[in-house]
Each structure stands twice: as structure tokens, then as C-alpha cells.
């Protein structure tokens, strides 16, 4: 058993928890990647999140833009691996999908996971499992989603998606999370 090793570590883990403290102390929530992207989105792209972090098939609704009224379900992957957990039956109107760096799903030995906004993909929600079914793909947890319809649904940095496009006070909140590390 290497003691100092498990020392570091535990006191490693003390500091993290204190950080998730303080985060949690200001999103109102445990601080998690899912609770704390909610958070992010509700701030920054206008959404009133349900009550319940436990609400089915979405976690909001736009409030303002093009997109108001509609439902959204928000995921942030620390790393986009070209898979998107998908809820079924219930589905939302939108998902809107934060991401950290692409990359194969791979083996993570040896690798991070940095808490950064690389990107941010809008999918229609209904138009994405009418393509999984077609390709006889499964709606769930882990969808392979293909690479065109990621590159189809980005909103930042680049503005490919159509329905939303984001204003530069937006594009400059999000600059604060791209890269940090």
C-alpha cells in the first residue's frame, strides 16, 4: 500500500469537495456536469428549468428567441464521442448538447475529462429519432448519433444550425468556459 499516495489523493478529494461546495451554494443543486450544464443553459440561453432536477424528457423551457415555449432536454459531455443519451417515450422539443473536445470513445486509462465548453450542438429532438430508426439504430442511453447531424446541429463556435443563432453577449459568456484548465 503506497500511504502517501492514498494521503495525497484524499486531501486532492477534500479540496474538489469544497469546490463542488461552492459551486453547488451557487447553482442550487449538487454540483454534478448535468446539474451545473442546466445552470449554465438556464443563464445563458434563457431556459426556466422544472422544479424537479428529476423532471421526464426535459429539464426546461426557452423562455425568449426563436425557440420560445419550447421544451428542452440539456446534456454536457465532457467530451463529445458522437453519443447522446436520448429519452424515450416522452421526448422533448429540443436537446441542446454542451460538449468539452471530440473524441473517440475510447479507453479513458490514463486520460482527463476537463470541465470545458468546447462546443454546443441544437438537435430537433424528433427530427434525431426519426434518423435513429431509420438506420435501425436504438433510442436510449448511448445513441450513436452520425457525424453529419452533429456537424448540421452546431451553434458555437460555429453557427451551422440555423434556428439558433446566438447573440455576442452569449458567444461571450461561453468563451469563459471553452479551455479551462
Same mark, same amino acid.
Given at each position: ?24 451554494? +451557487?447553482? %442550487?443543486? !449538487?454540483?454534478? @456536469?448535468? +446539474? $451545473? ?8 440561453? *434563457?431556459? /426556466? ?9 426535459? *429539464? %426546461? +423551457? ?15 459531455? $465532457?467530451?463529445?464521442?458522437?453519443? $447522446? ?8 422539443? /429540443?436537446?441542446?448538447?454542451?460538449? #468539452? ?5 475510447? @479507453? ?7 470541465? &470545458?465548453?468546447? =462546443? ?6 424528433? #427530427?434525431?429519432?426519426? *434518423?435513429?430508426?431509420?438506420? %435501425? ?6 445513441? =450513436? ?13 460555429? !453557427?451551422?444550425? !440555423? &434556428?439558433?443563432?446566438? /447573440?455576442?453577449?452569449?458567444? /461571450? ?9
Amino acid at each position: 500500500m503506497k500511504l502517501e499516495e492514498l494521503r495525497r489523493i484524499a486531501d486532492l478529494l477534500r479540496e474538489r469537495n469544497r469546490l463542488d461546495g461552492e459551486i453547488a451554494a +451557487h447553482i %442550487g443543486r !449538487p454540483m454534478t @456536469s448535468g +446539474h $451545473l450544464g442546466e445552470w449554465i443553459a438556464a443563464e445563458i440561453f *434563457d431556459v /426556466e428549468l422544472e422544479q424537479s432536477a428529476a423532471a421526464a424528457a426535459w *429539464d %426546461g +423551457h426557452f423562455q425568449s428567441g426563436p425557440l420560445k415555449g419550447r421544451s428542452v432536454n440539456v446534456k454536457w459531455y $465532457l467530451r463529445r464521442e458522437g453519443i $447522446l443519451d436520448l429519452t424515450s417515450p416522452l421526448i422533448p422539443d /429540443e436537446y441542446l448538447v454542451m460538449t #468539452g473536445p471530440a473524441g473517440a470513445a475510447t @479507453s479513458s486509462l490514463g486520460g482527463t475529462r476537463p470541465w &470545458r465548453i468546447d =462546443s454546443i450542438y441544437l438537435f430537433d429532438a424528433v #427530427g434525431l429519432r426519426d *434518423d435513429l430508426l431509420a438506420r %435501425g439504430r436504438k433510442v436510449g442511453t448511448a445513441s =450513436s448519433v452520425r457525424t453529419a447531424l452533429w456537424a448540421q446541429a452546431e451553434i458555437y463556435p460555429k !453557427p451551422v444550425n !440555423p &434556428r439558433l443563432v446566438l /447573440e455576442e453577449d452569449q458567444v /461571450e459568456a461561453l468563451r469563459l468556459f471553452a479551455r479551462a484548465e
